[in-house]
């Protein structure tokens, strides 16, 4: 696939490496040291660091204003933009806002709904749906227009990105739900948290049976489980999560002291396996609040030194 | 049809108590269904206030009384001494009603004694279930016959959501997503490949965004 923006990650993508990102949350405050420390930790070894958009609806700093700081650090961000909090002409001006600051890559979703957050009494918007704002950003770049017809000066030029979960139900509509994200725009992919490889390994071979691989880098979400509670709530509390019961009794076979290191063992496991399946075009380390751990996994998995691009 | 849901007494009372003539007034269609507004649950409220104007010492009169609907003019002449009577009306109508009656009584204090919740289904006895939200532009041919504005919680267009959870909506595991509900369907009638459709961006200025709307047929207007 041919580079179409100066985004870091799409050139790691294009020649052939398999990339890591990760991401951090911003603070519930203003103080930018915050999301500034969380990149100190693993700037060296990944390639680009999301940032989330007010994620589980709890009011946050935001991540435009987030990704200017890592930015000015010399970290290539990913703007998280999810559709609940902004109608079409506050996205479109978030993305000119973010294309100023020379923000390159942007991940489109729709949100978690409100009543999780700390505005649960909030409205909603979803004037679009993650599919359309991926279309919206493709249009801004590709065509230089707005919704509304107008020329845009200087267009956006963002690498696009969406979230996709093999493990949700219906199973049978993943790989289509997948083209369609596809037929809207969407260029790299970031997963949900894989516990069950099985199951992952069987949506990507559907994937690559449609040659969806082909027109799209999947990156595969990894995340450290830091004990058994931790498994057990993903299992069991967070929608669409898949955690088989050997992956909560591997982490219960071991004493409490040991269950962060075994957490950890599990996700460089996943990483070692997947890293050979055909279609796997990098890896999206989540370590939820323990960024601290994103070196040692990604050198643990082989992953480290990262490739210098221009 | 219009689903509402009474107000706590507490919050109606409060309304009418400092008046002298009190009229409950009924609407004995959509919210007659649901067992909240018709004639008999302003009988029933009214019966309340009155015990609660005995409990307070108060010596305000209360009646009741209703019509079979709030929205339309020809439904008021039965009415119309009672309506005249009083020097507040509790209303317990929809919106809709009290609105209009605040609209041909502007002399008369009218207020609200529902909350008016959605435009739903008798989905089975005692169960009132939200299926439009009037959108204006009806989008039932793309989604298999089922609303995602109305039934989906991110009213989203391609769904399902990320927080689809074993046909469940991640906001609460007794209501339905209603993306698996389109895609079960879809999958029943044989045309799953629809599916991979992209739902265009919607125009939204048909529905609450476009400002209050209207329906005009000039034939029936004198």
Request: glycine residues 8%; hydrophobic residues 40%.
């Amino acid at each position: 696939m041919s580079v179409k923006t100066p985004s870091k990650l799409e050139k790691i993508l294009a020649a052939g490496h398999q990339a890591v990102t990760s991401e951090c949350g911003p603070p519930r405050g203003s103080d930018p040291e915050v999301i500034r420390e969380k990149a100190r930790l693993i700037r060296d070894h990944v390639d680009v660091v999301n940032i989330t958009d007010n994620q589980t609806s709890v009011t946050r700093m935001c991540s435009l204003a987030s990704c200017f700081h890592l930015k000015q650090m010399g970290v290539e961000p990913v703007l998280q933009m999810v559709t609940r909090d902004r109608n079409r002409i506050a996205l479109q001006s978030d993305i000119l806002g973010a294309a100023s600051m020379d923000i390159h890559n942007i991940l489109c979703l729709s949100g978690d709904h409100q009543s999780f957050g700390d505005c649960a009494t909030g409205q909603n918007v979803h004037d679009l749906d993650s599919m359309q704002l991926i279309q919206t950003v493709r249009l801004m770049r590709d065509e230089g227009k707005f919704l509304g017809g107008g020329d845009i000066s200087r267009p956006p030029e963002m690498f696009v990105g969406a979230a996709a979960n093999p493990f949700a139900q219906p199973h049978k509509i993943r790989v289509p739900r997948l083209a369609k994200k596809i037929a809207a725009g969407v260029e790299f992919i970031q997963t949900q948290c894989i516990y069950n490889l099985d199951r992952f390994e069987e949506w990507l071979a559907e994937a690559r049976d449609r040659g969806l691989t082909e027109k799209v880098y999947i990156l595969a979400g990894v995340t450290p489980l830091k004990s058994v509670g931790m498994a057990k709530y993903m299992k069991n509390r967070v929608p669409g999560m898949d955690v088989p019961d050997e992956v909560v009794a591997r982490m219960a076979g071991v004493p409490k002291e040991k269950q962060a290191e075994e957490g950890v063992t599990i996700c460089v496991e996943t990483i070692q396996r997947l890293k050979e399946v055909p279609g796997v075009a990098g890896f999206h380390v989540m370590a939820i609040e323990w960024e601290e751990k994103v070196p040692e996994i990604v050198e643990r998995a082989g992953l480290y030194p990262r490739p210098a691009m221009p | 049809m219009i689903v509402g849901k009474q107000k706590p007494i507490e919050e109606t009372w409060a309304m009418v108590k400092d008046f002298s003539r009190v009229l409950v007034f009924g609407c004995n269609t959509c919210v007659a269904v649901c067992h909240e507004g018709g004639n008999k649950e302003a009988q029933i409220l009214a019966s309340l206030m009155r015990m609660k104007a005995t409990q307070e010492g108060l010596s305000l009169e209360i009646r009741d009384s209703g019509i079979e609907r709030q929205c339309e003019h020809e439904f008021f002449e039965s009415a119309e001494k009672d309506i005249e009577w009083a020097d507040a009306v509790l209303s317990l109508a929809c919106g809709v009603g009290v609105q209009f009656m605040v609209k041909r009584y502007p002399e008369i204090l009218v207020y609200p004694g529902l909350d008016t919740c959605f435009l739903g289904d008798v989905e089975k006895n005692g169960l009132f279930t939200e299926s439009c939200q009037a959108c204006g532009k009806c989008v039932l041919a793309e989604t298999a016959g089922i609303c995602p504005v109305s039934r989906c919680a991110k009213r989203v267009l391609n769904g399902p959501c990320g927080g689809s959870n074993k046909g469940a909506c991640e906001i609460n595991k007794d209501l339905p997503c209603a993306w698996q509900l389109i895609v079960d369907r879809l999958e029943a009638l044989g045309r799953l490949a629809d599916y991979e459709r992209l739902a265009p961006i919607k125009d939204w200025s048909t529905e609450r965004a476009g400002g209050p709307r209207k329906l005009i047929h000039e034939e029936f207007m004198k």
